[in-house]
């Protein structure tokens, strides 16, 4: 393991720095928070940024068809499969600063600590970000690494519209950062992300460090719930056909499948978006979009929590006399991570001295597209405030956030010294 320390103080002013990019005032919390979705001119400007450290770190930067910015930086086999960091620089539109941004910056700050002590690893090393991880502009979770390792072709993803009809493509370009290079990600030696945890688990139990399992399932809806307008003062209730009192019955529908007990205590289900069309106070709306979110650690048990929604879609349609159309707009399957690079995470952190446990990721993360290609693991790091996230109250510690980047430093050039290939 390595003997070196990264500079706590400048990856907390690399951090504080991007948060600057897309900051806005919070009317909720009161606080300054981070919305910087992925291809608007804030992410632009993000990436810009980011793109520039890299440079100024040494790093020779290529940018890929879909967006995906690479860093790499040589090794003394130059010819070997490097090794691989990074996460995202996109956030949702209520973000705080450490959301992907600690992956990446951290990763960063490996290559910057490497620098300074003028050690060469012997495989290359790349730092990476990738497009709308989160999902939260064109509808599909971790779009830049799903091109990147074949989940998601190209051209389907050029043709996602956000809901003004602006597509990927054309946002990608209006920024500046629709690449020329090869979209298909050559499998590397190995992956490793840093990540915070975006949850109370490691706070509550007060352990340091998170080793990574893997990913749990996920799986998206699109709906469209569509009934007929009416006036709200002059049409009996019993002759509606509202769209609003079919939605309200998918959330409580949702909640009533977590508490059956049918699938055990590890389902999530969520109702992120209701939107009432044309929304005025006093008409009975004509159509309501959606969206539902459910997660399970098996797939298995997703698949039939899945399958259950969608005939009870139909039912509750029937009965509240409305149309209700859904479409899957995301679904990746449960992923476990690789043993070896967890052993490596647990290693490490012992060296250090931390405390550690291992847990499933609740969140997806970019990691999980890349256990496709080669091992591939993560580091997580406790949040303050209940692990709270996508919020401007998100908040990891100097400490929390050097304590992960430094076993990530432990990680990485350990598998970069690995022989082989």
Known sequence: MSKLDIDAARLTASLEALGRIGAYDDDVTGLVGVRRVAFTKEDGEGRRHVVNEFKAAGLEVTVDRIGNVYGRRKGRDDGAKPVMAGSHIDSVATAGRFDGCLGVLGALEVVKTLNAAKVTTRRPLIVAFFSEEEGSRFGTDMLGSAVAVGRLPLERAYGLTDRDGKTVRAELEAIGFLGDADVRLQPPHAYVECHIEQGPTLRAANVELGVVTGVQAICWHELVITGRSAHAGTTPMNLRADPGVAAARVQLLLRDLVRSGRFGTELR??????????????????????????????????????????????????????????????????????????????????????????????????????????????????????????????????????????????????????EGP
Request: with cysteine.
């Open 269 to 418: 289900a969520t109702m992120g978006v209701t939107q009432f069309h044309p929304g005025l106070v006093n008409v009975v709306p004509n159509r309501v979009t959606a969206t539902v979110d459910i997660r399970h650690p098996d797939d298995a048990v997703l698949q039939r929590a899945e399958a259950e929604l969608v005939k009870a879609y139909a039912q509750l349609a029937a009965e509240e006399n409305v149309t209700l159309v859904h479409r899957q707009s995301a679904r990746t399957p449960d992923i476990a991570f690789s043993t070896k690079v967890q052993d490596l995470v647990e290693r490490a952190a012992k060296a250090r001295g931390l405390s550690n446990t291992r847990l499933v990721s609740g969140a997806g993360h970019d990691c999980q597209e890349l256990a496709r290609l080669c091992p591939a693991g993560m580091v997580f790091v406790p949040g303050e405030y209940d692990g709270i996230s996508h919020n401007p109250r998100e908040f990891s510690t100097p400490k929390q956030c050097s304590d992960g980047v430094n076993v990530l430093l432990d990680v990485l050039t350990a598998l970069a010294e690995e």
